[in-house]
């Protein structure tokens, strides 16, 4: 370290550490911290301001009453002019004069009795509550409440209403870091400028000269009562530059001292990111929330605040920003789900930028320019900014950087965790436009990236527990698709208990939500599987770099339990609301996908709807449920016949038992004879009924009640058909149609309806005989009776 800085510093120390243990802590800073050339300067420019407390602050005071004063319209006037229209109006603002006594006050004015302390103390505080305080505003108070120059109970009122109205100049927050070095400040009060630190750093105008003195901040993680908040703030400031050996071996022995804290646990994590060559100790894979919001004292206030402001910038304040897009855009607002504004970390106009060339995101608008600066984008300091653009999610998957989503899932985590699940009893309809706009923002995002992070899966588990069924419907259900495969062991006690609760008590349109839910997550999970799974002949495995590392007979055991839970579901379902057809309709929806996951996915299984789905879907009153069902059974014949193909030609068992063939077997025995033979309740049939029972019916040859012809789904086309053959017959005899070639003429008069599914199952699973005799197709010998 240079002699003069080191020399600047030494009379800081004495002048103003007036205790051991701030002589010690700087002390500590001169003899092991080697900063870089810009941090010197900064340093030094400073920390040499805490020996400034009895100096003149005239000029603090006509730079910031000019800034204040002087608007664009008097741009061209005379200084003369311009100076008394800036007396005029200090005479006649109490804000202004106040933030001029605040920039003047002395050491060791007396607090007690001080009656124009109080009055100017009162008015800023008036305008903190109520609108927030400019940028100029803040740097003055902080710098007053810092510097103790009226006591450390001022310091503690004054942090607590230092409310931002648009941005906080980093400026003040690192001489106020400066002042918590070498000032005698409570520890309590410490925690308390830390928490406010924390709330506000987004608001921060730009990082730079904070990352800067990184080791001036680290220095205090040795303090017990303030390490979580300095780990979370150095989490925040946390580049690959940042991490060094000796700050490893600290926070490994703190680690030691105080156990397995989570907010110790969370920066090595970081650290490990960025350099795990350094961090050999082993981390748990998922760890609970290690940062806790800290906001609570002026979550309130910034609320109101921000709201009564709507963003924009007030008219007399000069803003120090980078471009923005929107005046009243802001990185966070606290308790509130907005999507942060796109913002790189780092200002495009700061000395840093242009000596390292950096490519600002907010100035990314087209692909070939994300090609031409792939390697100069700066990542922003609010990772949430991500979700609202595509150009700088295509960067975030291209450099596949693990720092970058954990730290996207730490802003996730913290904005459904602490401002959603839990915060939201008080929320109004502007909050929950919000989190409408967050959630469909987190879906697109999904969907883009083609997989879910694991904040939202958290999020959901719990989230299910308290959920009303009601409250953003369509964007819970969207991210519940999403979610990666769920181990069997835990499936029931995460996902389905609290659906099952859901489910029964709500309306069927919420019914036909979650069926069409399962049914979208049991598609991305076969999807996730054709696309991972490595196949040598028949010894599929899944690959080793997917979301989870699962066997093939444990992501199995899974896709089996969730189709079962949806048969049972269905089952149940269907009774409650009375065979509904637009519950039905997303039932069969589901098995469509069940049908097919031996053929179209690949993966060696075959599951049976359940009898409360079959039964109802043949005995359906509308015709599309009765030609899906025909479809549905076409395709379980196309996946068991090859399944039994593959094994006898491999010699290998599949996971499809024999139970699996008898239930098909005896649904398509059933169908056939229902549909084409036309023996229904005939006894040895599955479903048997007592003839004196039918008889009191005094339905005619009951048997044939659910052909082809006299089925409720199909017997006004069997009437069309009728009429249409024997346009001049007044008595309609339906059983006609079974005679001769009317038979096949109205079987080609239905499939022309757009029947197919039932034309494929006819075909492939009936053998038609011709009037003449002669077989068309299948092997089998069966045709249409009249009994």
């Given at each position: ?8 510093l030494a ?16 002390e ?5 911290f ?7 300067h900064?340093?030094?420019r ?6 400034a ?25 005379s ?21 001029k ?29 109520s609108?927030g305080l ?17 006591g ?34 409570a520890?309590?009060?410490q925690?308390?400028?830390?928490r ?5 750093f ?12 990184y ?7 040795t ?5 979580p908040?300095i ?11 940042s ?30 990111v960025?350099?795990p ?6 981390l ?20 109101a605040v ?29 308790h509130?789900l ?25 100035q990314?608008h ?17 990772m ?25 899932n ?44 694991s ?12 959920w009303?069924?009601?409250l ?14 769920v ?5 029931n ?11 029964f008590?709500?309306?069927?349109f ?13 598609l991305?999970?076969l999807t996730?599987?054709?696309v ?11 690959h080793?770099?997917?979301p989870?590392n ?5 992501f199995?055991?899974?896709v ?28 069969l ?34 015709p599309?449920s ?19 193909c593959?094994?006898k030609?491999t ?10 063939y008898r239930e ?9 004879s ?24 005094k339905v005619?040859k ?29 008595e309609?005899?339906l ?7 009317q038979?096949?003429w109205?079987l ?6 757009g029947?197919q ?7 492939s ?11 068309d ?11």
């Amino acid at each position: 370290m240079p002699g003069e800085l080191r020399k600047t510093l030494a009379e800081v120390v004495s002048a103003h550490a007036h205790n051991k243990r701030s002589r010690a802590r700087f002390e500590f800073c001169l003899n092991k911290f080697v900063p870089e050339e810009n941090t010197i300067h900064i340093c030094f420019r400073y920390v040499a301001m805490a020996k400034a407390a009895n100096l003149s602050r005239s000029d603090l005071d006509s730079s910031s009453g000019s800034d204040l004063s002087v608007s664009s319209r008097t741009s061209n006037r005379s200084l003369r002019v311009v100076e008394k229209e800036r007396r005029r109006n200090e005479a006649g603002d109490p804000f202004l004069l106040a933030l001029k006594y605040f920039s003047e006050v002395e050491a060791g004015t007396p607090r007690i009795g001080n009656d124009v302390l109080e009055r100017n103390l009162v008015q800023v505080e008036r305008v903190g509550l109520s609108r927030g305080l400019p940028p100029e505003a803040i740097s003055v108070m902080l710098d007053y409440a810092m510097s103790l120059r009226t006591g450390g109970m001022i310091c503690v009122r004054v942090l607590k209403f230092l409310i931002p109205a648009t941005v906080v100049p980093q400026e003040a927050v690192v001489q106020a870091v400066a002042w918590l070095c070498v000032s005698k400040i409570a520890i309590s009060t410490q925690v308390l400028f830390l928490r406010w630190l924390l709330t506000v750093f987004d608001m921060i105008d730009s990082k730079d000269n904070l990352r800067a003195i990184y080791g001036f901040i680290f220095h205090f993680v040795t303090e017990e009562n303030l390490s979580p908040y300095i780990c979370h703030l150095l989490y925040l400031l946390t580049r690959r530059e940042s991490v060094r050996p000796f700050r490893v071996r600290k926070l490994l022995d703190l680690q030691t001292k105080m156990g397995r804290q989570p907010f110790l646990l969370h920066l090595l994590s970081l650290y490990k990111v960025f350099c795990p060559e350094l961090v050999t100790l082993a981390l748990p894979s998922q760890m609970r929330s290690g940062f806790k919001n800290h906001n609570s004292t002026w979550k309130a206030a910034l609320s109101a605040v921000q709201k009564r402001n709507n963003g924009q910038v007030l008219s007399d304040i000069s803003l120090t920003l980078g471009v923005k897009h929107k005046t009243n855009s802001r990185k966070r607002k606290y308790h509130h789900l907005e999507v942060p504004s796109l913002s790189s970390s780092v200002q495009r106009n700061s000395p840093s930028s242009s000596s390292r060339k950096v490519f600002a995101l907010e100035q990314l608008h087209t692909f070939p320019q994300l090609l031409d600066n792939l390697h100069r984008i700066e990542l922003p300091s609010q990772m949430g900014s991500l979700l609202g653009s595509s150009l700088a999610l295509c960067y975030l998957d291209y450099v596949q950087d693990d720092s970058a989503f954990l730290r996207l899932n730490f802003w996730l985590g913290h904005a459904l965790h602490e401002e959603f699940l839990f915060c939201s009893g008080d929320r109004g309809s502007g909050s929950s436009s919000e989190a409408l706009h967050l959630l469909n923002r987190l879906l697109s995002t999904q969907h883009f990236l083609q997989e879910g992070f694991s904040s939202t899966e958290g999020f959901l588990y719990k989230f299910l527990n308290v959920w009303d069924g009601s409250l953003l419907r369509p964007q819970i259900l969207g991210l519940l698709s999403d979610i990666p495969v769920v181990p069997s062991s835990c499936i029931n006690q995460l996902l389905f208990e609290p659906l099952v609760q859901l489910f029964f008590t709500s309306t069927l349109f919420f019914k036909c939500s979650v069926i069409d839910c399962l049914n979208n997550m049991l598609l991305k999970w076969l999807t996730w599987h054709s696309v991972y799974a490595l196949e040598d002949g028949l010894d599929i495995s899944l690959h080793s770099h997917t979301p989870m590392n699962m066997s093939l007979s444990g992501f199995m055991d899974s896709v089996v339990e969730l189709v079962r839970f949806v048969g049972r579901l269905a089952a149940m379902g269907l009774q409650l609301e009375g065979c509904h057809s637009l519950l039905l309709s997303f039932i069969l929806d589901f098995y469509e996908t069940v049908c097919d996951m031996f053929l179209k996915y690949g993966l060696p299984m075959v599951v049976m709807p359940p009898v409360g789905v079959f039964y109802p879907a043949l005995f359906a009153t509308d015709p599309v449920s009765v030609d899906r069902l025909g479809y549905i059974m076409y395709r379980y014949k196309k996946n068991l016949t090859s399944a039994k193909c593959l094994q006898k030609e491999t010699k290998q068992a599949f996971h499809i038992s024999r139970q699996t063939y008898r239930e098909f077997n005896h649904y398509l025995s059933f169908m056939v004879s229902c549909l084409w033979n036309s023996k229904m309740f005939l006894p040895g049939m599955a479903i048997e009924v007592d003839q004196e029972l039918l008889s009191l019916s005094k339905v005619a040859k009951p048997w044939t009640s659910f052909d082809l012809i006299h089925h409720p789904a199909f017997l006004g086309y069997a009437l069309d058909f009728h009429h249409k053959c024997w346009p001049e017959r007044k008595e309609i005899d339906l059983n006609s149609i079974k005679a001769g070639k009317q038979w096949d003429w109205y079987l080609e008069f239905l499939f022309s309806q757009g029947f197919q599914g039932l034309q494929q199952f006819v075909q492939s699973s009936i053998t038609r005989r011709s009037v003449a005799g002669t077989n068309d197709q299948g092997q089998g010998d069966r045709q249409p009776t009249n009994s």
